[in-house]
């Protein structure tokens, strides 16, 4: 089965605009496939309270209600990890194999399937995840020069913004990864059109990964874009879509994924 965790630098996305991730796992495969949401950072993003009852009070300016900002890091990890320990412990009720479940994440939802899979909080979860998929995630949040893009989303994500380097620490998976880490086997995507920084996170996660002879796998997805990429999930036929299929089946079923060393050229 496919657990998916969308997108939308942490700030922005719904499940429901995401219901097309079955159309190829469930559609075509027979997979099962759960699509989940999560707790937004975005500082458009309030919690309902008595002042704000209603989304005609609350369109009003916010210095005339007392508006609560809805989440923060680690919100979103957290409700991740709730969401996907329900799934292990009822998806068999649903037709789904909780022994058989890989995590799959887009975007921001890549660097939130990544770091469930590593963050020592969640390292009770991680027997129960065969594979991870990650596609155009973030995984060093402290590396400035590849997060710079994403300053405004990490001012609405996290406490203190890009100076809060504890936090940032936190929430990068690289971060937890050592030789020995009892690891799934790890599947990097990133496209050929990519959002600035992106590229260079994914360098840095493979590098991470090599040195500490964990198994993983990368691919190049040339002519797609970071939107374009995703929108092909929703064809079984597509370039990052036959890949994820191939990954998974050969993953689940043919178990030839080792750690792969490259030698720095």
């Not at 994440?105 to 399937?113: E, K, N, P, T, V």
């Not at 949040?141 to 620490?169: C, E, H, R």
């Not at 936190?170 to 790890?186: E, K, R, T, V």
């Given at each position: 089965?496919i657990?998916f965790v969308?997108?939308?630098a942490?700030?922005?996305?719904?499940?429901?605009?995401y219901?097309?991730?079955?159309q190829?796992?469930t559609?075509a495969k027979?997979?099962?496939?759960?699509v989940?949401?999560?707790r937004?950072?975005?500082?458009?993003?309030?919690?309902?309270?008595?002042?704000?009852?209603?989304?005609v009070t609350?369109?009003?300016?916010?210095s005339q209600?007392n508006?609560t900002?809805s989440a923060?890091?680690?919100d979103?990890?957290?409700d991740?990890g709730?969401?996907f320990?329900?799934?292990a412990?009822?998806i068999?009720n649903y037709?789904?194999d909780?022994?058989k479940?890989?995590?799959?994440?887009?975007?921001?939802?890549?660097?939130?399937a990544?770091?469930?899979?590593?963050?020592?909080?969640?390292?009770?979860l991680?027997p129960q995840?065969?594979?991870?998929?990650?596609?155009?995630g973030?995984?060093?949040m402290?590396?400035?020069?590849?997060m710079?893009?994403?300053?405004?989303?990490?001012?609405?994500?996290?406490?203190?913004?890009?100076l809060?380097?504890a936090?940032?620490l936190?929430?990068?998976?690289a971060?937890y990864i050592?030789?020995g880490?009892?690891?799934?086997p790890?599947y990097?995507?990133?496209?050929?059109?990519?959002l600035?920084?992106?590229?260079?996170?994914?360098?840095l996660?493979?590098?991470?990964?090599?040195?500490?002879g964990?198994?993983?796998?990368?691919?190049?997805l040339?002519?797609?874009?970071?939107?374009?990429?995703?929108?092909?999930?929703?064809?079984?036929q597509?370039?990052?879509?036959?890949?994820?299929?191939?990954y998974?089946?050969?993953?689940?079923?043919?178990k030839?994924?080792?750690?792969?060393?490259?030698?720095?050229?």
């Amino acid at each position: 089965m496919i657990f998916f965790v969308h997108g939308g630098a942490w700030t922005d996305g719904y499940a429901a605009w995401y219901s097309f991730v079955a159309q190829s796992f469930t559609g075509a495969k027979g997979w099962v496939t759960v699509v989940i949401d999560y707790r937004l950072t975005s500082d458009q993003v309030f919690l309902a309270d008595a002042y704000c009852p209603d989304r005609v009070t609350c369109a009003l300016p916010a210095s005339q209600i007392n508006r609560t900002k809805s989440a923060w890091y680690p919100d979103n990890i957290q409700d991740v990890g709730t969401a996907f320990s329900w799934v292990a412990q009822n998806i068999q009720n649903y037709g789904g194999d909780p022994g058989k479940i890989v995590v799959f994440g887009h975007s921001a939802g890549g660097h939130l399937a990544s770091l469930l899979t590593t963050h020592p909080d969640f390292s009770s979860l991680r027997p129960q995840i065969r594979g991870l998929i990650s596609m155009s995630g973030a995984y060093s949040m402290t590396n400035d020069a590849s997060m710079a893009f994403f300053y405004s989303d990490l001012v609405q994500t996290f406490k203190g913004g890009p100076l809060n380097n504890a936090a940032l620490l936190d929430a990068s998976p690289a971060h937890y990864i050592a030789p020995g880490f009892n690891l799934p086997p790890i599947y990097l995507l990133t496209a050929e059109s990519e959002l600035p920084g992106l590229p260079l996170q994914t360098n840095l996660m493979t590098t991470t990964l090599q040195t500490a002879g964990l198994p993983y796998k990368s691919d190049y997805l040339p002519g797609y874009d970071h939107q374009t990429e995703m929108e092909a999930i929703s064809d079984i036929q597509a370039l990052p879509t036959s890949l994820i299929v191939k990954y998974i089946e050969d993953l689940l079923f043919k178990k030839v994924y080792l750690p792969v060393i490259v030698q720095a050229e």
